[in-house]
């Protein structure tokens, strides 16, 4: 049951017991009942929150463990479709086309067969993370009292190695981050799992240019290879060299302290900025609702 101390972060928890009774049937009212509130209070805050309904919610992540047990095991169709929570094997196909727009035998036949083993194990690893929680990324706790004293744990020169990413680049006013980031991420994970593309990391978001107006905010997916652009969706690359590595602890309200402890670190250490920094959500909200669980890591590119 979520109390009145959890009112500012009642969707992570909620997500919590959600994606443990996954395979169960759940019914609308019996998750506002675990909510405390009504049907029609709860449905209208989730949807606000999170860009779809709970029965949109629940669907698409027993199709995304579905999708990911098609790929990674040898169980046959309907075990995976009775496993995931659906009635039937009729019901689990339609479901399936609806959503990546072929039948799951098809899916599992085409989907990441040139992967090696370890980048595949790595895609199906991060997506039952990463799915349940796409749009809490970045999220913000208005009002809550909860703060880090201390929301950097540490700042050390690193050598980045580079990443390939497809991101999605959006010209935004501060106040409408969130909203973009996690419609963002939403559609480029999307696209990454109905296109078979090996996901190799979390969620990104790096900063090009910000000021008192508009803000140029990249959303970005780290894939195991050069991935094709497609509408606002493009390639692109995280720039290998040396970098300044914050790790963030906390709500992401507090990440502009964890910003200016690096820029004291530059100062201290005579390096300089050499591009544009990003930040790397390496926690899922949905298994760690408590915001003081939540870590991030800033990379910040050093002139070499």
Same mark, same amino acid.
């Given at each position: 049951?979520?109390?009145?101390?959890?009112?500012?972060?009642?969707?992570?928890?909620?997500?919590?017991?959600?994606?443990?009774?996954?395979?169960?049937?759940?019914?609308?009212?019996?998750?506002?009942?675990?909510?405390?509130?009504?049907?029609?209070?709860?449905?209208?805050?989730?949807?606000?929150?999170?860009?779809?309904?709970?029965?949109?919610?629940?669907?698409?992540?027993?199709?995304?463990?579905?999708?990911?047990?098609?790929?990674?095991?040898?169980?046959?169709?309907?075990?995976?479709?009775?496993?995931?929570?659906?009635?039937?094997?009729?019901?689990?196909?339609?479901?399936?086309?609806?959503?990546?727009?072929?039948?799951?035998?098809?899916?599992?036949?085409? *989907?990441?067969?040139?992967?090696?083993?370890?980048?595949?194990?790595?895609?199906?690893?991060?997506?039952?993370?990463?799915?349940?929680?796409?749009?809490?990324?970045?999220?913000?706790?208005?009002?809550?009292?909860?703060?880090?004293?201390?929301?950097?744990?540490?700042?050390?020169?690193?050598?980045?190695?580079?990443?390939?990413?497809?991101?999605?680049?959006?010209?935004?006013?501060?106040?409408?981050?969130?909203?973009?980031?996690?419609?963002?991420?939403?559609?480029?994970?999307?696209?990454?799992?109905?296109?078979?593309?090996?996901?190799?990391?979390?969620?990104?978001?790096?900063?090009?240019?910000?000021?008192?107006?508009?803000?140029?905010?990249?959303?970005?997916?780290?894939?195991?290879?050069?991935?094709?652009?497609?509408?606002?969706?493009?390639?692109?690359?995280?720039?290998?060299?040396?970098?300044?590595?914050?790790?963030?602890?906390?709500?992401?309200?507090?990440?502009?302290?964890?910003?200016?402890?690096?820029?004291?670190?530059?100062?201290?250490?005579? *390096?300089?900025?050499?591009?544009?920094?990003?930040?790397?959500?390496?926690?899922?909200?949905?298994?760690?609702?408590?915001?003081?669980?939540?870590?991030?890591? *800033?990379?910040?590119?050093?002139?070499?």
């Amino acid at each position: 049951m979520i109390t009145p101390a959890m009112r500012n972060q009642e969707i992570p928890y909620l997500l919590r017991d959600l994606c443990h009774r996954i395979e169960g049937r759940l019914t609308l009212s019996g998750i506002a009942d675990r909510a405390d509130k009504s049907r029609f209070h709860f449905h209208r805050n989730f949807r606000k929150r999170l860009g779809e309904t709970p029965r949109q919610f629940i669907e698409r992540v027993r199709l995304d463990q579905a999708a990911a047990r098609l790929i990674g095991s040898s169980e046959s169709v309907c075990q995976i479709a009775l496993q995931c929570g659906f009635s039937s094997h009729e019901v689990f196909t339609r479901a399936f086309r609806r959503q990546f727009g072929c039948a799951p035998r098809q899916y599992r036949a085409t *989907v990441m067969p040139q992967v090696s083993p370890a980048v595949r194990a790595k895609h199906i690893a991060l997506m039952a993370q990463i799915s349940p929680c796409i749009r809490l990324f970045h999220f913000p706790l208005r009002h809550s009292t909860r703060k880090s004293t201390m929301p950097t744990i540490s700042v050390a020169r690193q050598q980045y190695a580079g990443q390939h990413i497809l991101l999605i680049r959006r010209k935004i006013s501060r106040p409408d981050l969130q909203g973009n980031l996690a419609e963002c991420f939403g559609k480029l994970y999307g696209h990454g799992r109905k296109a078979g593309l090996p996901i190799a990391g979390w969620p990104v978001a790096r900063y090009l240019s910000v000021g008192p107006g508009l803000w140029t905010v990249e959303a970005a997916m780290p894939v195991a290879t050069a991935a094709k652009g497609e509408g606002e969706m493009e390639p692109g690359m995280l720039p290998a060299g040396p970098t300044a590595l914050g790790i963030h602890a906390g709500a992401y309200e507090q990440l502009p302290e964890t910003y200016t402890a690096i820029e004291k670190w530059m100062d201290a250490n005579n *390096v300089r900025p050499g591009g544009s920094p990003w930040e790397s959500y390496v926690t899922d909200p949905a298994q760690h609702p408590d915001p003081a669980d939540w870590r991030t890591e *800033v990379y910040w590119p050093l002139a070499e």
